[in-house]
């Protein structure tokens, strides 16, 4: 516990410092204007059009590909600990705690910018913003979660943890389909919970359990592939 | 001695067949005590200090330290005190916060001020992480592998380099303690100086090649020369009568080995009693020793001036 918990504070350490509030801040203030700009564009399918491309789509992608390079310090999640690891830390239970810090964060920046762009597709006397917020704040939580654990796997290839990149660059590409091969990749679960067209005609419930289950394989393969 | 790892564990700390990043095929074995490998970061040794404290994985071969791969063992690296030749602290705000973390991870109660505090450091405490040097890291780290408590190695990269912003005096009796105390004291010194200073037995390491102090070699006292000639036999004995010669080997067909003390005294030699024989000298070159004996004589030569470095020293004591 000790150990989750020292890993838990050096990924703190690293998040610390006014960039990361600022990106989140100019993200949530340019999702809001696209909010806005699409209701002026088409009222009616502005919330769908703005949380499925510009949050959905593009930036929570995004940040939480920039959350998991930040933690890690730049480099492979399990190389990440080496640092607490000299001193007698076991490197899976600091890497857990590295994890929950990036998840949690994540999870943070999905709700944050999920409110912020339906604040601005929407009017202000909307019936279903309410609605529309707690619907999406849901998905943009365990959006969020899984993209830290699908990103910190990812950093598990490479010497200096480039599979982060390359996870980022295969969730856009196959992800955007909807065929067996965008299964294993966050974006077409959460693009069918939004009410897009479903991976291999998966149920919504379905796609929470599709996006559970590559969470936890995600977090358990970063834990077994790294020493004690 | 109550120490559980060191009580059921055999073999202190040794590489066996380790090979990792210019280190080549390394065994050796350490037992507690200080040992001193005499060589530079280029030779190796930064990475030789890395695996032996286990913050690296070797590419082949094993780290043992009393029959535990301290890489994958957490227990283990918790005894293992280290400096590497690049040193980053834990990030925090200050040098006090990312020593408490350390402590922490170490699961000591004590304060980082007073880590500090011992090594004379205590102006650290509130200096930010960010702003420091990497010598200032080097040392803000070597403060915190010397106040560890009951280590069973002490894996030190250029301790004495740091010396000046840390007391020698409190450096060398640390060092001396924990090696009294049954702790195995591995240090590297690129200069022999340092390396006499530090104590205890030496090695070599050279260009990723393991030296013990019985494999160093003699310094190369001969060269040697090829001679291509129609007639070896006739030049062979001329040869071995000449002064500058040492010695006259076949090598088979119309080639002969000429060894002597001077490169240009041998040639000489040859060209001139070939041309009073009259005999026609087709090729002659220089026979370069192999890079094994070259590596060898090296060691010898570092072996032979830390030896003499160290008697030199000793007589000094004796004398004051």
């Known amino acids: 516990m000790n150990d989750l918990r020292n890993g838990a504070t050096i990924a703190r350490e690293r998040m610390r410092g006014p960039s990361a509030p600022l990106i989140l801040c100019l993200s949530c203030v340019a999702l809001f204007a696209i909010g806005v700009l699409e209701r002026q564009s088409d009222a009616l399918s502005s919330p769908d059009d703005t949380l499925a491309g510009a949050v959905f789509g593009i930036a929570l992608p995004l940040m939480a590909y920039l959350v998991s390079e930040r933690v890690s310090d730049g480099t492979r999640l399990d190389r990440s600990v080496d640092c607490l690891a000299r001193y007698g830390t076991n490197r899976r239970a600091a890497l857990c705690g590295v994890l929950l810090v990036s998840a949690l964060s994540s999870a943070l920046c999905g709700v944050l910018l999920t409110v912020s762009a339906l604040l601005g597709a929407h009017s202000t006397h909307s019936p279903t913003l309410l609605i529309d917020l707690r619907v999406s704040v849901g998905i943009g939580f365990v959006a969020g979660v899984v993209y830290a654990l699908y990103f910190g796997a990812a950093s598990l290839l490479g010497k200096r943890g480039g599979g982060r990149k390359w996870a980022l660059i295969i969730d856009f590409v196959l992800g955007a389909g909807g065929s067996g091969l965008a299964a294993p990749w966050p974006r077409g679960h959460v693009r069918n919970l939004l009410g897009g067209h479903p991976v291999i005609d998966l149920s919504q419930a379905n796609a929470w359990l599709a996006l559970a289950l590559i969470g936890v394989a995600c977090a358990t393969l970063s834990v077994m592939r790294t020493a004690e | ?320």
Not at chain 2, 134 to 159: F, K, N, W, Y
């Open chain 2, 1 to 320: 001695m109550s120490d559980s790892l060191r009580d059921t564990r055999r073999g202190d700390l040794g590489f066996q067949g380790l090979n990792h990043a210019g280190l080549a095929n390394i065994n050796a074995s350490f037992s507690a005590g200080t040992h001193v490998v005499v060589g530079t970061e280029h030779d190796g040794t930064a990475t030789l200090i890395e695996l032996a404290a286990g913050l690296v994985q070797p590419v082949s071969g094993s780290v043992l330290l009393y029959g535990v791969a301290p890489w994958s063992h957490a227990r283990t690296r918790r005894r293992i005190a280290s400096l590497c030749a690049s040193e980053t602290p834990l990030p925090a705000r200050n040098v006090a916060g990312a020593l408490t973390l350390a402590l922490k991870a170490l699961g000591e109660t004590r304060s980082a001020l007073s880590v500090l505090d011992d090594a004379g450091l205590a102006h650290f405490a509130s200096k930010r992480v960010s702003s420091l040097t990497p010598l200032e890291a080097r040392v803000v780290a070597l403060s915190l592998a010397l106040s560890q408590r009951e280590p069973v190695l002490l894996a030190l990269h250029e301790p004495l380099s740091v010396v000046g912003i840390v007391p020698e005096a409190w450096l060398l009796r640390t060092l001396t303690e924990r090696s009294a105390a049954g702790a195995i004291v591995l240090c590297t010194a690129s200069r022999l100086e340092d390396a006499t200073r530090l104590g205890g037995s030496a090695s070599t390491l050279s260009r990723g090649s393991w030296l013990a102090p019985a494999s160093a070699g003699p310094p190369l006292g001969s060269v040697a020369l090829r001679v291509h000639t129609a007639e070896p036999r006739r030049l062979a004995a001329r040869l071995s009568e000449a002064p500058d010669v040492s010695g006259v080997e076949w090598a088979g067909g119309h080639e002969l080995i000429v060894h002597g003390g001077e490169l240009e005294r041998v040639a000489h030699s040859i060209v001139a009693n070939a041309r009073a024989e009259a005999i026609r000298i087709t090729a002659l070159k220089p026979d370069a020793p192999s890079l094994d004996a070259l590596a060898a004589a090296r060691a010898g030569l570092a072996q032979a001036y830390y030896e003499r470095a160290r008697g030199a020293e000793t007589g000094a004591k004796r004398q004051s």
